[in-house]
């Protein structure tokens, strides 16, 4: 059965108001989404059903518990500049995205590898399993790295990423993003995490945004928009910062 934008608002709103009723009633505030979220139809065949193992030992796994380690020998100097890396400048608005990787006092997190991936202008990624027919741009592949400096500051430039379709139900769009990757010390320590652009109207039809329960949680998604990050004649600036945990957690995908 194909669902419409319409069914899935219906579905989404009668979540937010579930929650919102028992936040008023004294429940606690819930940062990360059900891993079942009906809206998000591909979730409830694909959660997880039982408690997470804890694995104790040593064996093949346990190298990822030491490695890798990212320094700044692994970086070139055009891997946090996604408009340089090709023979040509790529098509669509550049953009400066910086912020800060706090952990949950507010302190830098320093020398932690930060990626990025995104779809270009046009809504697409360079990826063989993205069927959307929107045009792809030679000049841009949407795939960036740095690490952290001493405050704790990384920053990218880039384009803006176009809406995409998506097949979760009939006339799906996915608001523009950015994906995020925090490494930490270890591969077994990997966040990820997504990045949204204010005042986007996709917002409200987002399945994937709206899974996250908490308004406060979801704004932490969110943008902002700073004049002073703007390149003069060449990028608009943003700010996002991402706090690892703690009552001001960026929400990640992993969803503790």
């Not at 028992?22 to 997880?48: C, E, I, K, Q, T």
């Not at 990045?195 to 399945?207: E, G, K, Q």
């Not at 932490?220 to 600036?237: C, E, K, Q």
Request: net charge neutral; aromatic share 8%.
């Amino acid at each position: 059965m194909t669902l419409s934008q319409s069914d899935i608002d219906a579905q989404i709103d009668a979540l937010q108001h579930a929650y919102d009723r028992a936040l008023a009633a004294g429940a606690p505030v819930r940062h990360h989404p059900p891993r079942d979220y009906a809206p998000y139809r591909s979730s409830r065949l694909r959660h997880p059903r039982q408690p997470l193992v804890a694995v104790h030992g040593a064996g093949p796994e346990a190298v990822e518990l030491s490695g890798p380690v990212f320094g700044p020998t692994d970086l070139t100097e055009t891997d946090n500049d996604l408009t340089v890396q090709h023979s040509g400048e790529p098509l669509g608005e550049r953009i400066t995205v910086s912020g800060r990787l706090l952990d949950r006092a507010g302190r830098p997190v320093r020398g932690q590898l930060i990626e990025i991936w995104q779809a270009n202008a046009a809504g697409r990624y360079a990826h063989r399993r993205d069927r959307h027919p929107a045009p792809l741009d030679p000049h841009f592949t949407g795939v960036g790295r740095t690490l952290t400096d001493d405050d704790g500051r990384y920053a990218f430039t880039t384009i803006k990423p176009g809406a995409y379709p998506w097949r979760n139900h009939s006339n799906a769009w996915r608001p523009a993003h950015l994906h995020f990757s925090v490494f930490g010390t270890a591969f077994a320590q990997r966040l990820v995490t997504q990045m949204y652009f204010p005042n986007d109207p996709l917002f409200r039809h987002d399945p994937i945004l709206r899974s996250v329960p908490d308004a406060a949680a979801r704004d932490r998604l969110v943008a902002t928009y700073r004049h002073g990050l703007s390149r003069p004649g060449f990028s608009l600036g943003y700010e996002w910062d991402i706090v690892l945990d703690g009552p001001s957690a960026t929400w990640t995908e992993e969803g503790r």
